[in-house]
């Protein structure tokens, strides 16, 4: 069992910086894969980026160059550096971990609560 929890998210003016972090519980965290999704209302859960155990990393095409994930296994937390942020990014961001790869199937991964983004413009 992995418990997830995210912060540092908040309302920020297009074209600025947020960090967000999720600290996960358990001694095993270096052997997950972590990820970060969102959700728009009106819309699906969608992978931004994913990060692997051996630091292999994914981006979706509409954060690239903007976003950075990184973890740190000593704190047992994975962030995510969002900068140059647009009024699209604005959505709930939810942590994820998976032993293996993170998957696109909601029921397969380890879930925080959320935290919410929001970029005006």
């Known amino acids: 069992q992995v418990q997830l929890v995210e912060s540092g998210g908040g309302l920020v003016q297009a074209g600025g910086s947020l960090r967000l972090s999720c600290a996960a519980s358990?001694?095993?965290?270096?052997?997950?894969?972590m990820g970060w999704f969102r959700q728009a209302p009106g819309k699906e859960r969608e992978l931004v980026a994913a990060?692997?155990?051996?630091?292999?990393?994914y981006y979706a095409d509409s954060v690239k160059g903007r976003f950075t994930i990184s973890r740190d296994n000593a704190k047992n937390t994975v962030y995510l550096q969002m900068n140059s942020l647009k009024p699209e990014d604005t959505a709930v961001y939810y942590c994820?971990?998976?032993?293996?790869?993170?998957?696109?199937?909601?029921?397969?991964?380890?879930w925080g609560q959320g935290t919410q983004v929001t970029v005006s413009s």
């Open positions: 358990g001694r095993t965290f270096s052997s997950y894969s």
């Open positions: 994820a971990a998976r032993y293996g790869g993170i998957s696109k199937i909601p029921s397969d991964n380890y």
């Open positions: 990060i692997g155990s051996g630091n292999n990393d």
